[in-house]
Each structure stands twice: as structure tokens, then as C-alpha cells.
């Protein structure tokens, strides 16, 4: 039998045994749906399981190399094991919630870094549940770039797959499915079309949805991050109503710390370069931690990692500093490849953690180009669960409304300092460049009254950021 009659004879049986069905249904989320799918059926049916392990094997595995095959929970994951078996892949299962006690593992099964993994998958609609599981892999370093699902219910799950650099195959889309219905007189053309009319008026919301990042608030900004930092920190800025980040360039950590006390209330971020700490202690993590909790901030240790994965995973757990026990997020080059974000991606010891990327600096004759900034935007789109944002001066340097923009060098006039370092005003960073989270040193630290100045700054970027999210510029 070749591969479309066997196609067909997949689709009919589905349809026998109820795991396709039409009418009218209610789904999960309360909307009506004249389909309804549950193919969680078919492990009662070893001849459909047998069918559909034969299909994907001849769709997906047999010109290909995998180094393990995943399947989604929980309906995939009896079809992963029959693949497996059949063709003598390893397999690797997901954990869907983390177990509590002795190791935190998710993904259970023996593989290396690098390794490769097919994730197989029943139905997709948005693709959610599949980026999850991919989301899981590659935390393990796995890599998790291609799904193969029985039906593809085409509303905008593959679209959603490719702009998270997954791509997907299916045995069926949902119209091939009815055409072979419609045909073997299952059902009425009619009903047919009733299907495929619902599901293209019934689109999932696309993870990179086509408006601007930078006319959305930032509370709706935070539903489309993906890293729990970036999240966390759009919602302390719409809450807190602030956008700027302190960058205690300060060598004193008395200092540090009475400046941190008296501005805290007013800022999102406070941005440390810790190496720069005469007096380091323990106890200045201690209470700087405690403020941070008391106003509500993050902590960005500004450490530009710039090794190989190996050492940046030492700098960042190890030495005097052990930045990741302290530090919400980080910042780190793009420069030495992906390596560096896996060591920080596997460095977290579980604790919610991001990177900023740096895509481009302040600074002048700095040697980063065109080229650099756009291959350092889609390397990042490989870890969306660690990655925060982007370090960068310009909007249009990335795209997705999940991920968060870092301008540094700004004061309240145009300047420059006599090393390089050039200042736009913050309508200029706001309006015009697309910052989301300002950087302001030495236009506070430096000033005769740093608090006073602190709150002209706020007052000065939210002023900023309303005028750009009310659409309203000129
Ligand atoms: N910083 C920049 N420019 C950059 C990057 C980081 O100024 O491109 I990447 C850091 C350096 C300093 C802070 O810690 O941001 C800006 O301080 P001033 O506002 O004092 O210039």
C-alpha cells in the first residue's frame, strides 16, 4: 500500500473511532467548534498506533538523522515510545511538572549536549504545547528544531513553530483531512467546508504578531515574553509606572547602598558592574538584595561576558562574586557564540534568571556592524527562555514585543564624554530609537543632588513612553 492510501485509511479510521468528530462542541477555553479531536483514543486501537508509527516513520525518520525522539505529553508520548522502538532511537520523555524531590530533572533519558531531538506531537493549533516542550530540550542543550504532528488544525501553530526556528511537519492539515473525508463519503462537503471556513476565521495569536513592538503598553508586552525576567520586569515598570534603570557606577558600597535606598521607589532596574566594589562583603549582596525586594527591582550585574562557555559558567557561579546567586539578569556578548548562553542557560541552578544581549553599544568607533547586530538578534531567538532582551540603540533592530530593549548613554542634554561615550536625550531613546528600559548613570550618580535628579529622569521617560504607547507622536 503506498503512503497516500495508507494516509487515507488513517483518516478513516480516525474517523471510526471517534478520535475526529463533527458537530458542534464546546473546547476547553468555552469557544464553540464544529470539530472536535481526541486522540487520545487511539491507544485502544494497536491497529491505528501501528498505522500512524508506520506514517511518521516514512513522513519524517527515514531519510533522517535524529539523535532522540521526544513526544509532547501525554497523547504522544505512547507514539514516540512505538517510533522508538521501530526504529531504534533513543527516547527521551518530558517531564510536565518538575519533580519536587531528589534531582530537578525534566527530561528524563540519557543524551549529551548538541544531541539532536525529533519531537513528535497529535494536533497542534498555536503550537504552545509543542514550544514548551522545545523550550525544555533546549534548556538542556539539547537541540529541538523540528516537530512531526499527525494533524496540523492550521490555525497558525506552524507560523508560531518557524519564528521560534522550529519547523514542522504533519501527516494531514486539517483540509487534506476533510478532502478525504468529503471523498469517502464521511462527511457532506458541506459540513466540509463549515470546518475550514471556522478554523480560518479562528486563527491562535501569533507569537511575532505584525504591529509594532514599540506602540504596545508594557503590561501587554509581558504576555508575549518568554523569558520569566522579562516578564517579571514589564510588569514592575507598568506597575511601578518607570522605565529607567540606575547604573550604580559607584566604588563604595556605603555609597551604593544609601543611594539605592533613597531611589529605589523610583526605579525598575538597578544595573551593577559588582567588580568595581572596593569594599565587597557578602553582606553588600545581603542588603541589596533586601532593597531590591522592599522597592521592587531587579538586579542587572553588567558583567559583558565575553569567554567560552566553559569559563563564562565559572565567572558566573564561582569567584568572589557568584553573580548568578544574586543577579536577575546579566549582560553578555554575542561575540563567542551560542556556547555562552547554553553555559548561562545551564548555570541557573533553577532560579528564575535572563540575558541581556549585547546587539550594540554607545560607545563611539566601536566595532560592531550591521551584520553582527542582526546574527546576534537571530542567535537569540534559539534561547527565547533566557534571553531577556538586547542591549542596543535602535528600533529597528529587533522585532519581537516579548523581549526587551536596553539603552544606555543618555542624559538630558546631547553630549558625549571625553572617552567615547555619547549621550542622546531621552525623547530622542524613547520616541525615535525604541528604548524600553533606560540606562542613566553619571546623569545621576554624578549629579549635586542624585535623588532629585533621579525623579526628573523618571518623571521624563514615562512622560516619554506614554506619548509613544498613546500613539500620539509627532
Ligand atoms: N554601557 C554604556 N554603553 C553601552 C553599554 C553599556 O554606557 O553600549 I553595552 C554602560 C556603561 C555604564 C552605563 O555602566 O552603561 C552608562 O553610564 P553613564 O550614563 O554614566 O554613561
Redesign the pocket.
Known amino acids: 500500500m503506498g503512503t497516500n492510501n495508507k494516509l487515507e485509511e488513517l483518516a478513516i479510521s480516525l474517523y471510526n473511532i471517534d478520535a475526529v468528530k463533527f458537530g458542534e462542541f464546546m473546547t476547553k477555553i468555552g469557544i464553540k467548534t464544529p470539530v472536535y479531536f481526541d486522540l487520545r483514543v487511539i491507544v485502544s486501537y494497536p491497529d491505528v498506533m501501528d498505522l500512524i508509527s508506520v506514517l511518521l516513520y516514512e513522513y519524517a525518520l527515514k531519510d533522517k538523522k535524529c539523535d532522540h525522539v521526544c513526544g509532547v505529553p501525554y497523547t504522544a508520548l505512547p507514539i514516540a515510545t512505538l517510533i522508538s522502538v521501530k526504529t531504534k532511537t533513543s527516547m527521551l520523555m518530558r517531564r510536565k511538572e518538575a519533580k519536587s524531590y531528589g534531582t530537578k530533572k525534566v527530561i528524563e533519558g540519557h543524551y549529551k549536549q548538541g544531541d539532536s531531538c525529533l519531537i513528535i506531537e497529535d494536533v497542534v493549533t498555536s503550537g504552545s504545547s509543542v514550544l514548551e516542550t522545545v523550550t525544555d530540550l533546549r534548556k538542556e542543550g539539547l537541540k529541538a528544531e523540528e516537530v512531526i504532528v499527525i494533524l496540523d488544525r492550521e490555525q497558525g501553530g506552524k507560523q508560531n513553530l518557524a519564528v521560534n526556528n522550529v519547523q514542522m511537519k504533519s501527516l494531514f492539515t486539517m483540509t487534506e483531512l476533510i478532502d478525504i473525508l468529503v471523498k469517502n463519503n464521511k462527511i457532506t462537503e458541506e459540513s466540509g467546508k463549515d470546518v475550514i471556513n471556522y478554523l480560518k476565521n479562528v486563527q491562535a495569536p501569533q507569537s511575532a504578531p505584525e504591529f509594532e513592538r514599540i506602540l504596545l503598553p508594557y503590561e501587554k508586552r509581558a504576555e508575549f515574553a518568554t523569558n520569566s525576567i522579562a516578564k517579571q520586569l514589564f510588569t514592575i515598570m507598568a506597575t511601578k509606572k518607570t522605565n529607567l534603570c540606575l547604573?550604580v557606577?559607584l566604588t563604595s558600597s556605603t555609597k551604593i547602598l544609601d543611594l539605592l535606598e533613597k531611589v529605589g521607589e523610583h526605579v525598575c532596574l538597578v544595573?551593577t558592574?559588582i567588580d568595581i566594589i572596593e569594599d565587597f562583603t557578602n553582606d553588600f549582596i545581603v542588603r541589596l538584595k533586601q532593597l531590591a525586594q522592599t522597592f521592587n527591582f531587579l538586579i542587572l550585574e553588567?558583567r559583558k561576558y565575553a569567554d567560552i562557555g566553559n569559563t563564562v559558567s565559572l565567572q558566573y557561579s564561582k569567584g568572589l562574586y557568584q553573580v548568578g546567586e544574586w543577579a536577575d539578569c546579566v549582560?553578555a556578548h554575542s561575540l563567542p557564540g551560542e556556547g555562552l548562553l547554553k553555559a548561562l542557560n545551564n548555570s541557573n541552578n533553577g532560579l528564575s534568571r535572563g540575558v541581556f544581549l549585547?546587539a550594540e553599544?554607545?560607545?563611539e568607533g566601536n566595532l560592531i556592524t550591521k551584520d553582527y547586530t542582526e546574527t546576534t538578534v537571530k542567535m537569540a531567538a534559539k534561547y527565547p527562555e533566557i534571553i531577556t532582551g538586547f542591549?542596543c540603540q535602535k528600533k529597528e533592530t529587533f522585532k519581537d514585543p516579548g523581549l526587551i530593549q536596553l539603552t544606555?548613554?543618555?542624559q538630558l542634554e546631547s553630549s558625549k564624554d571625553e572617552l567615547g561615550?555619547v549621550y542622546n536625550t531621552p525623547e530622542k531613546v524613547i520616541l525615535e530609537n525604541g528604548a524600553d528600559v533606560v540606562?542613566?548613570?553619571?546623569?545621576i550618580v554624578a549629579a549635586k543632588s542624585p535623588v532629585s535628579e533621579a525623579i526628573i529622569y523618571k518623571d521624563t521617560l514615562w512622560r516619554c513612553y506614554m506619548k509613544r504607547v498613546s500613539g500620539k507622536m509627532e
Open positions: 547604573s557606577d544595573k558592574h553588567d549582560t549585547l553599544m554607545s560607545s542591549v544606555p548613554g543618555v561615550q540606562v542613566v548613570g553619571r546623569g
